[in-house]
């Protein structure tokens, strides 16, 4: 079955710190690939999306994230995390069909 | 601010009882979605519609329906309600009825349904 899986529910990173989250995705083929990012009481944002190409994808508030095929990984990085950066981060996919289907989040906390 | 707006914000109400969650898309788009948010489940697509008609169906149950309107607003409603039913439910926006040009979706605040 097509499915996204982020395997760390939970990361601290301490403020000033660089940032990983990672994402894995089991499809066919490579779907489209997405983080959002969700902060507390408000919806999901789009942070950068990845359809074909250049496998480093830049996005919005210095985040960038890298697609590695042959990990089936398209991970979150960012080099200096800021206390606003806290939040909870969804990597999502889409295959053509439907919509968009989502892992489960990682919560990121900045320590100071 | 998406443009996607939701109402209410907040709901709570009984076992077995019956609520409506209202979705207004963002200007210019056709398709709109649910989502459920729930700490066990994650994020789970119920339903999509475009331009007024069901387009894909995801993990809805039965006592759930949805239904977009001419003037492309949309409302979920869910009845028989039962404690897991407690969430937030998303609604989000696109253009086209598929992802593939912009793969973006615009989401709503949210509706936090708590089921006493």
């Known amino acids: 079955a097509q499915s996204v899986t982020q395997p760390d529910i939970h990361i601290t990173v301490s403020e000033g710190a660089s940032l990983e989250l990672r994402c894995n995705y089991s499809?066919?083929?490579?779907?489209?690939l997405f983080w959002y990012v969700q902060s507390p009481g408000q919806g999901l944002q789009l942070l950068l999306k990845y359809f074909s190409g250049d496998t480093l994808v830049q996005g919005i508030k210095g985040f960038e994230a890298e697609f590695k095929r042959s990990q089936s990984s398209f991970n979150l990085r960012k080099p200096s995390v800021h206390w606003s950066d806290a939040a909870e981060y969804f990597c999502a996919a889409y295959s053509g069909y439907s919509t968009l289907t989502f892992g489960k989040g990682t919560m990121l906390l900045v320590s100071p | 601010d998406s443009g996607v707006t939701q109402t209410p914000k907040h709901l709570i109400t009984a076992t077995g009882q019956r609520v409506t969650l209202r979705c207004s898309p963002r200007?210019?788009?056709?398709?709109v979605y649910w989502y459920q948010q729930s700490l066990d489940q994650g994020l789970q697509f119920l339903i999509q519609?475009?331009?007024?008609?069901?387009?894909a169906k995801g993990n809805i149950l039965e006592r759930f329906s949805a239904q977009q309107f001419p003037d492309l607003h949309s409302e979920l409603n869910l009845s028989s309600l039962e404690l897991g039913d407690s969430a937030l439910y998303f609604c989000?926006?696109?253009?086209?009825?598929?992802?593939?040009?912009?793969?973006?979706?615009?989401f709503g605040e949210g509706s936090r349904l708590t089921v006493l």
């Open positions: 499809y066919g083929a490579t779907p489209y």
């Open positions: 200007s210019g788009d056709l398709s």
């Open positions: 519609y475009y331009n007024g008609e069901e387009r």
């Open positions: 989000a926006s696109s253009v086209g009825v598929r992802l593939d040009n912009t793969g973006e979706l615009f």
